[in-house]
Structures are given as C-alpha cells and as structure tokens.
C-alpha cells in the first residue's frame, strides 16, 4: 500500500503550502510580522533547548567531532572554530574544557546570549568529570571510530578530558566577556577572521544554508593553516519546509524562489556531489564522506528537472559527515 500524499501536493510532488507561505512573506507588513514571531519562537526554543539538552547534546557533538578526526589521525587541536553556533557556543565551551585553546564562533549575526553560555560551562565541566561522562551525540556513532567504553578519557586524556576548577573559571569568565579564548566573529567577513592560523573548522547543520559554496570553501581555507582540517555535519533534507524529506526537490526554480520569499533560512537544495566539487574547487582533499540515506518520499520523475538527473546515490542522501584537509600550499 501506498503513503498517502499530501494535501497540499499536486501530481507533480509539489506542495502549496510552501509556496502560499513564501509569498505571504514577500508582503511588507507580513514579513515584519513573521519575523516577530520567528523571534519569539526561538527565544522559546532556546530557553527548553538549554534546559533540556543543551549540555549532553553540545559535549556529545565536540565528542563526535574529535572520535571521527582521531581516528583519521588528527591530534587534539589548538585552535577551532565552529560556523553557524546559533543559540549556543556550547561546542565551543566543551573544546575549551576539553584542552582547546582558542575557539572562535562565525556566524551572520549574534545569536548567543553571554549569560546563558556562561552558565553552561559549569554543567559540561561536571559531565566531562563524571567517571563515565554522559553525551549525546547522534549520527555517526563516534564508537564507529574509537572503540572506548570512556571516549572522553581516550580522546582527550585524564588532564585535558577533566576540567581543573580554574580552567572552568577562565572558560566561563571568557564566555562571559566574549574575550580570552573565545572570539565571536559576527558578522563574519573576511576581514574580521584570522588568516592561514586555525586548526580546524567545524559545522553541525549549517552549511545547507549556505548559497555560495565555492565563497564558504575559500574562506574556510582563507582561516586554516596549511593542512589545516575541517569537519561538517549535513542536512539535504527540506528541514522542515516540505512534510516530505525531500519535497524541496519537486520545485521548478522559478518557483523555489517564491517558496524561500523572504525567509532568513531555506536549504541551498545542493546535494552531496556539488559539496564534494567545491571541496576540490578551494583545495582540498577529501578524507571521510559517511552518508545517512532514505528510501521514501519523492521518486525520480516527481523531482523538478533540475534533479532528475542526479545521481541515485546523491538522490537518496538525507544527510551527510564529511572530514577534509587542506592541501599544503593552497593559496
């Protein structure tokens, strides 16, 4: 038996609900109204974000992230930065705890509150002290990568993997201050980054905002050091936009383009190959590509044209983990 479509989907697999909400916020008074209560619904969202899961889910993503990199042979970085942080450096707080010593946060604009991040360190701390530090960290399972019952102890050691109470109070002092080791760069240009100098550059569920994916590969490479790494997590789904996971696809791009209006953030609909492309296209190598995929929602000849003639493989990526470096020598 077949999943019965959607409402609002035509034969064609677009839905109208997208389109009818992205044209509502081209009306002037409509879009102010929205963003009013994109505002609200975030500030709620943070607050029971924070609450809930904010601790466990911020260390779990820095564990994830540093289980994947070791096992390709990456020791523990001296300076990262995370693009896209959102609410919460906590990611940054966790690798600053952990023995990072610099973290910076780029983002388009300042989104974290000083306060509600100073306030998480002394929770992660406890969790990184804990004899078996809980986390959450999702897809990819870091046990895929390293086989530890600890994975704190054997990512980060007995010292740098449990906080001192002094290192704490500089880390929270710093978060506080938005000074020391913590650099938030927000708006990020180019001008306001440091150059050929980070160890590392991270993302969760950032980068499928991103339009220009050439102009995100140079400046990534504009801030690492020669074979310098970098680490993303992402999301091809529709986030949200579509009840179908890939519905995004079905749309012409003349009609995508009513869909996004004026809303801050839609999927760039790129899929994995014009990641792996761009990757090449700024310098750098491909080390490890995990892909999560999906056998449901739109086939083939319900996707716009666009599309169709992609691959199967990239067609059935929902999301995926990808770790490159940086050719030495890159410009």
């Known amino acids: 038996m077949q999943p019965s479509e959607p409402a609002s989907a035509d034969r064609t697999g677009i839905e109208w609900a997208p389109v009818a909400r992205g044209a509502f916020s081209l009306i002037p008074f409509a879009a102010a109204a929205l963003a009013a209560s994109r505002r609200r619904r975030s500030h709620a969202k943070s607050a029971r974000y924070w609450n809930l899961t904010s601790p466990t889910y911020s260390l779990g993503q820095w564990v ?8 390709l042979g990456m020791p523990l970085p001296r300076t990262v930065a995370e693009i896209g942080p959102g609410d919460s450096l906590g990611l940054g707080i966790a690798a600053l705890l952990s023995g990072v010593q610099a973290y910076y946060a780029f983002d388009i604009g300042r989104f974290a509150l000083p306060e509600r991040d100073a306030e998480m360190v002394a929770p992660i701390a406890a969790l990184l002290r804990a004899p078996s530090p809980e986390a959450r ?22 010292g740098n993997g449990r906080p001192t109470q002094e290192r704490e109070e500089s880390v929270r002092r710093d ?56 680490a993303h997590q992402v999301d091809t789904s529709s986030v949200g936009v579509t009840r179908r996971w890939n519905g995004h696809l079905a749309y012409p791009p003349w009609l ?37 995929r999906r056998e449901d929602g739109l086939r083939r000849q319900a996707l716009a044209r666009p599309f169709r003639d ?8 929902c999301g995926f983990y990808f770790v490159a470096r940086l050719r030495a020598g890159t410009a």
């Open 64 to 71: 994830k992230d540093q289980a994947i990199l070791r096992s």
């Open 175 to 230: 978060m506080q201050q938005r000074a020391g080791c913590v650099h938030y760069v927000a708006p990020w240009t180019a001008e306001a980054a440091p150059e050929k100098t980070l160890d590392l550059v991270v993302s969760h569920s950032a980068l499928e905002y991103v339009e220009d994916l050439d102009a995100l590969f140079a400046r990534i490479a504009s801030v690492l050091r020669p074979g310098g790494w970098t």
């Open 256 to 292: 995508w383009r009513l869909v996004k209006g004026r809303r801050p953030h839609t999927p760039n609909r790129a899929l994995p190959g014009a990641y792996r492309s761009a990757l090449a296209r700024a310098g750098f190598d491909v080390l490890s590509w995990q892909v999560a």
């Open 137 to 158: 960290n999702g897809w990819p399972d870091p046990h895929d990568f390293i086989e530890a019952h600890d994975l704190h102890a054997a990512l980060f050691g007995s």
């Open 310 to 317: 992609e691959s199967e493989e990239d067609l059935a990526c």
